[in-house]
């Protein structure tokens, strides 16, 4: 069960689209060409070229979540926007709980 609260770290993967991949395949990215280890706590986002699905993948506890939310062709999420180009950035709880909250009618 993914559990997320304000203590948790969030994580978005900004160029990572795909969203057939599960645990393996974003823990890879993660290690491999992000060299970042996820710790207790961690919640990496990864969202669809459309904007119409999001993934939250969780690592808690020596075990990992998935977490998925997907929207009606309809509608869809905001799109995360960040300077620089760096693959994966930061991002507050505040946000996380904007972005899973919010639609954008299409």
Same mark, same amino acid.
């Given at each position: 069960?993914?559990s997320?609260n !304000?203590?948790?770290r969030?994580?978005? *993967?900004?160029?990572?689209h795909?969203?057939?991949?599960?645990?393996?395949?974003v823990?890879?990215?993660?290690?491999?060409?992000?060299?970042?280890?996820?710790?207790?706590?961690?919640v990496?986002?990864?969202?669809s070229?459309?904007?119409?699905?999001?993934?939250l993948?969780?690592?808690?506890?020596r075990?990992y979540?998935l977490?998925e939310k997907?929207?009606?062709?309809?509608?869809?999420f905001?799109?995360?926007v960040?300077? !620089?180009d760096?693959? *994966?950035?930061?991002?507050?709880?505040?946000?996380?709980?904007l972005?899973?909250?919010?639609?954008?009618?299409?």
């Open positions: 069960m993914l997320i !304000g203590l948790n969030f994580y978005y *993967l900004r160029d990572f795909d969203m057939r991949c599960k645990y393996e395949r823990l890879s990215i993660i290690h491999q060409q992000l060299n970042q280890e996820p710790e207790d706590g961690d990496f986002i990864v969202m070229k459309d904007f119409r699905k999001i993934h993948f969780s690592y808690e506890r075990s979540s977490y997907k929207f009606k062709s309809d509608y869809r905001m799109k995360i960040h300077a !620089g760096r693959m *994966l950035y930061s991002i507050s709880w505040k946000d996380v709980a972005l899973l909250e919010s639609h954008i009618f299409k």
